[in-house]
Every structure is written in structure tokens, then in C-alpha cells.
């Protein structure tokens, strides 16, 4: 009985200490820039973004020049930060969804893959300043 006394206490303890603990307010106030490379459909697709604060903006190019926004929202964890995402994209191809991660490289780099529904699976390079 005291055992298990003893490991709730630390499961809870363990949870309230990454629960409350600081992020690094630096990283998360400096824009992250990313270009992303990827194909749909045998075309070559493209896009530019930004994330600060766990939300992004990516605007992209897509199969027969379709143009579009999509605004993602990240979720932070120590080496990677899955997003999901949700865009709107000109001639006829309408509402998109996306997802992916991105990880970090190095200190000032990552990398991620994705997928968009209207621009295909896709790289991405980024730059933490």
C-alpha cells in the first residue's frame, strides 16, 4: 500500500512540474521562417511560412497555379512540434487540410514534412533566430 502511495505521489509531482514548468520565451516571440518543397499530381509545389507563439501561417502554391493560405496551429514538445492546419486555396480547389512536424535539426535549424490536401506531401527548411 505504501508503495503505491509512494509512486502516485511522484507520477503527480512529475506531472505538475512539467505542467508548470517555464518555456523559453525568446523562441517562442522571434518568427520561425520556413520554405517547403514538395509535388501533387506530378507538379512541383511550393510554399512560404512563419511560426511564433504555436501558430502559423504558410502561403503556398499548388497544381495548376493554384494559390492559398493556410493557418496552422503547432503543439510544442521538446524535439519535434506536430501541426495541423487549415486553408483556402483559388481556382476551384476551395478548402484545404494539413499536417505534419517539424523537427529540430540544430540549434538554429529544423526540418519537416508534411501534407496538404491540395499541395501534396512536401519538405520543409527552417530557421530559428
Do not use: C, H
Request: glycine share 16%; aromatic share 10%.
Amino acid at each position: 500500500m505504501k508503495k503505491a502511495l509512494i509512486i502516485q505521489t511522484i507520477l503527480v509531482s512529475f506531472g505538475f512540474l512539467t505542467f508548470f514548468s517555464p518555456n523559453q520565451a525568446s523562441a517562442q516571440l522571434i518568427p520561425q521562417p520556413w520554405v517547403s518543397v514538395g509535388g501533387n499530381d506530378g507538379d512541383v509545389t511550393y510554399a512560404v511560412g512563419a511560426r511564433a507563439l504555436n501558430l502559423g501561417v504558410e502561403v503556398g502554391v499548388g497544381p495548376d497555379g493554384a494559390t492559398g493560405v493556410d493557418v496552422l496551429k503547432f503543439i510544442s514538445l521538446p524535439v519535434i512540434s506536430p501541426y495541423v492546419g487549415l486553408g483556402y486555396y483559388s481556382e476551384d480547389k476551395g478548402v484545404a487540410v494539413s499536417g505534419g512536424v517539424q523537427v529540430g535539426a540544430t540549434d538554429n535549424i529544423f526540418v519537416g514534412a508534411g501534407y496538404n490536401s491540395v499541395r501534396g506531401f512536401n519538405g520543409q527548411l527552417g530557421v530559428r533566430f
